[in-house]
């Protein structure tokens, strides 16, 4: 916990508060001018709002991933969940088949 008390974090501390305060007041002011008559403020006004939980989402992944690294090897999270495997393509096991395998030039040409 001593890790989100570090200079940087306090910075990203205060730039998240400020930055979703800064953000509801915003969207404040676009619906005070959405209900004086100006319709594109509508938009303005769901979107500012929407920023602010972006940042906050943001700024709660940052502090749990970084909480995440004071967890001791092997140990399991408290939920009981197991963490999910990552993720992987479907094609994965065929490109990897294409780029340890010879190029053919006879297979045709990239043109």
């Not at 200079?7 to 209900?35: D, E, M």
């Not at 509508?42 to 500012?48: F, N, T, V």
């Not at 994965?92 to 990239?110: K, T, V």
Request: hydrophobic share 40%; aromatic share 10%; net charge positive.
């Amino acid at each position: 916990m001593r890790r989100l008390l570090t200079p940087p974090w306090i910075v990203l501390h205060c730039f998240a508060v400020v930055l979703t305060i800064a953000f509801g007041l915003l969207g404040w002011w676009q619906l005070t001018r959405a209900q004086g008559g100006n319709a594109i403020s509508w938009g303005y006004a769901l979107e500012w709002p929407l920023f602010a939980v972006f940042t906050v989402a943001l700024w709660v992944r940052q502090m749990r991933l970084e909480l995440h690294k004071d967890r001791p090897e092997g140990e399991e999270p408290r939920r009981g969940r197991p963490e999910p495997p990552p993720m992987t393509s479907p094609f994965e096991a065929s490109i990897l088949s294409a780029r340890q395998s010879p190029s053919d030039s006879s297979q045709g040409s990239h043109a």
